[in-house]
């Protein structure tokens, strides 16, 4: 049987042996990690499926470029979130993707730092 993809049940378009080995090793591993946060959830006795925890953590936004990034948008459900699998709050530098969108009150609130 061959390894389908979840979101739309078709295979997972990879010819390379190595790749799909890799693949099914990752999806592996996020099944373990899945599974222990519900189990961190469920012994905290939290209401909410794991789905709902990572959709709000993506919502952290940081801006920035090179070495200078700055963290915006820490809720109070995200700091608890991450404060709840011994997470610290983000560093210094952080990364992400090139072109992100930045809010114009957010430039002319921290316009000065990342100059």
Partial sequence: MPLKNELDGNGWRTP???TAGGRLVIGFVSLILWRAMAAELRERKKPEPVRSVMQ??????SIG???RWRVLGMTK??????????IGPP????????RIYVPEDVLKEVGSDLQ
Wanted: proline share 3%.
């Fill in 65 to 67: 470029s090179k070495d």
């Fill in 77 to 86: 459900k995200n700091r608890t979130t991450m404060g709840m699998f011994d």
């Fill in 91 to 98: 560093g210094k530098f952080v990364e992400t993707e090139d």
């Fill in 56 to 61: 709000s953590l993506d919502n952290i936004l």
């Fill in 16 to 18: 390379d042996p190595e």
